[in-house]
């Protein structure tokens, strides 16, 4: 019998397992081990898909902080600064260098799932990523970047999807901006030893050790990261799930729909549609930023617009989930939601997914306990300026005193009120209120 123990390369030569593993290791180690000995090097090299997902964000080297000041009062920029050098140069200098050498390794062009969360990265730097043909990235998360000009974002975006685009661009399909970046694969700081400078020195044998070290220490943290399952917020009753983005996204995403995907959507709610609303309730476009779950509204189980079923609606209908997917880099696996239920059949669900502006919502959904009534099974009887000074609150707990819960419940207007000052009428608004009234009463 032969007693042979598999060697490594033995182990990596099969393409499958080579791909399967790369994207839990550091790409610095990757390109350590390809310097290693020349069949790794070789293997590595024409296995593009040891290079088709590659995290960057805990590079620490790519993070420019502005603000240092040393001692003598000298800005740490101003110093670095050229004076031929714009700022977007500037802060573009470590990504370009680290790009500059994945490309002399021939690695640069095999990356399709690039991950550049909370690094510098200016608009500039994105612009390039999408733009030059050295790369061929399809998903790019740029969460939390530093430096970038959101602004200089959304021209490079519309710019590369303007109509007179050249045909089969962009290349990139699938953009993570909005959401937080994941949390860390790493809990120790980068190992000194090993990564770009060494890389650049040429790597020495005794380094293997440490590759290794790296390694354990990486992959046994993106192992536990990954066997979670991806964060399906968007699909449960998470209510409010992002922050609202500045007010020029709405038209970009608007131009993007269809070529590239974002980890947010629009809201589709029937207020947006001039087909299907008055002149006077339109709203303009605007990002969906609250989930209402699969439930849908109090009185209908749904929601004018239609629930959006995943493999059944549009593409543009859902977010990028997070994490970005580790083992495909299409934009179906990074929007594939993770199915709600199985049954005794085996057959699993996919919950459908509603999701809404804050705009549309306004008067119509409780924040504490996210019930909401749709437009088609509810008008707001009270105005939308109604209850916003404290004199109006001070007001409704008189009321309230005088005429008690009758009189909110709308009786003089003709229609029962659902929701009153953020707060569902029928069960939130009155525990919250009770203690202030029991207190007037006391
Ligand atoms: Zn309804
Ligand atoms: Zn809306
Ligand atoms: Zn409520």
Sequence with gaps: MDSTPTSLLDLLSNNIILGTTAPYLPV?????????????????????????????????????????IDS??????????????????????????????????????????LILDGLTVPAD?????????????????????????????QQVLRYAVRPTRPEGTPKLRALYVFGPRDAPLRAAPEPKASGWSSLRAGVMSSEGAQIGAEWNQRSSAALSSSLAQPDDKWYRTSGRVLRQPTSDWPGTLQDCQGIIAFDAVLCRGPKHDVTKTRSEDYLKPAIATVALGPKGCECCGSCPEGAAIFGKSDDTCFPLLTPPPLHASTVRAAQFPTPLSTHSDGMSTIPPLILRCEDCLRGRWCERCNKWWCEACYEEPISRDHLRTEMQQLELREDLQRHGWDYIEGEKRGRPVKVYSKLCIESCLVSEMWPIVDGMWG
């Design 72 to 113: 003598g009062g000298i800005s740490w920029r101003a110093e670095r600064m050229d004076e031929a050098l714009t700022e977007d140069d500037f802060y573009a200098g470590p990504l370009r260098g680290i790009f500059s050498t994945l490309q002399k390794q021939h690695a640069l062009v095999n990356i399709k799932t």
């Design 125 to 153: 730097v994105v612009r390039e990523i999408i733009a030059e043909d050295r790369f061929n990235v399809k998903i790019l998360s740029i969460r939390e970047a530093k430096q970038l000009n959101e602004r200089k974002l």
């Design 28 to 68: 610095a180690g990757i390109l350590a081990l390809s310097a290693t000995c020349k069949d790794l090097r070789s293997l590595i090299l024409t296995t593009p898909d040891a290079f088709r997902h590659v995290d960057l964000s805990f590079k620490q080297s790519a993070i420019i902080d502005p603000s240092p």
